[in-house]
């Protein structure tokens, strides 16, 4: 996260050093989950997990899983 939101400045806001820990773990979860290496789709999880949190009132399990669960869906739609 720390590196999405270095190159998305616009993007920053004000995260603790526990929240950017959490944030990063939460990216490297998903990357594994989702089996990815490309620096782009990187940068869509990255994003997709920081709108997600920015919302709110979520766990940090919930935000992996709906993450995730975006993550495949826009890509079974760019599949086609």
């Not at 820990?21 to 990255?46: G, Q, T």
Request: a neutral charge; charged letters at 30%; proline letters at 4%.
């Amino acid at each position: 996260m720390r590196n999405y939101l270095h190159r998305h400045p616009k993007q920053k806001g004000s995260f603790s050093p526990d929240e950017l820990d959490m944030l990063d773990a939460l990216v490297k979860r998903a990357m594994e989950a989702l089996h990815i290496a490309d620096p782009a789709e990187y940068n869509e999880v990255a994003a997709r997990i920081l709108s997600i949190y920015s919302l709110g009132g979520r766990s940090v399990d919930e935000i992996l899983e709906i993450a995730v669960r975006l993550h495949k869906q826009a890509s079974s739609r760019s599949a086609y």
